[in-house]
């Protein structure tokens, strides 16, 4: 009975949504790595998202998950999906996991080891029982997260960033690219295009999910308040260098641009929060201005992130060796969350309310620097 409700009411929310989901911006998977962040693409997704068809009125509209006919029921919110299920109902898990930036790996309607992670990611961001298996509360959170996710962000009454155009790097991919590339326009010196960043020692997470996660979340939060917003990626199987993410900035012209990163150290007990900043004269422009006001929105970020997470406070350090720095013509910095080597911490930024608590953080800080001169 329950069930049939359940069902009845997903049918009822689908054709609330039937021929109006363009799914905006959707992930898909990725890989992070090292030491530099890199850069993505446009924020169009190569993954494909999920749309619902039109239907006739007297029909449960279905949802698809790929440009092709295939078509999938809707969703039973009460049966317990598991490594071995196939079929549209496990390609649809894993759509709507790559939607939210988790990374579930290819979208082939079959539950194998790469859903089973995203699964169990979802689980610890969800402040469920983590054991990979999806079962009714895993499916019902999910979906209800997706359905929140595929509506546009509604403008606050209050538009404090009207005008202002941001641009939002998640750092790293699925795949790194270890082809190399300048580390500075004309320089001698060169790095791998792309790392694949770190990933939770103890949540198992890479930081390229995490990255996209609170970049999709803070995109989102900045467009309610007024912002326009420019990505470099939305999914996680782009291959876009540090450089290429750069020139993006550059040319989209945004007022400046914040690159998302979690870190790691050899040592566990290390933990809190750091933004690094281009040093003196590494950026490619001579105009000081730029360098002054990338402090000065690295001051205001973690100023208000720290307050807003209680995070430890790792300060600010300038860098003269990253590509994504050195390349950038505007105001730029890099927000290092937090350490995934930790394992508070690690659990931390895998979660929803902490990545909430981050973003809230970040919005208020883009507001002070748009607002201190
Ligand atoms: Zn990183």
Redesign the pocket.
Known sequence: MIKKIGIIILAFILICFAGCTAPADSTGGQT??????ETEEPAVESVPTESVEEQPADKTPIPTTQPDTDVAPAIPLDVTYRVGDEGSEIKFLQQMLADLGFDPGDLDGVFGDALKSAVSNFQLYAGLTADGIAGPKTTAGLYERWVDAQQAAQPADDQPLLGCVIGIDA??QRNSNSDQEPVSPGGTDTKSKV?S??YGRFSGVP?YVI?LQVALKLKSALEALGAEVVMTRTAHDVDISNAERAEMMNESGVDCWLRI???GSNDQSVHGMFILVPAEGSLDTDDDIVARKSVALAEALLDSTLEATGAKDLGITPRSDQTGFCWSQVPVCNI?MGHMTNEQEDYLLVSESYQEKIVQGLVQGFVAYFHSD
């Open positions: 992070s790595s090292v030491t530099e962040p750092g790293h790392s960043g770190t930081e990255n990163h979690a870190n290092e």
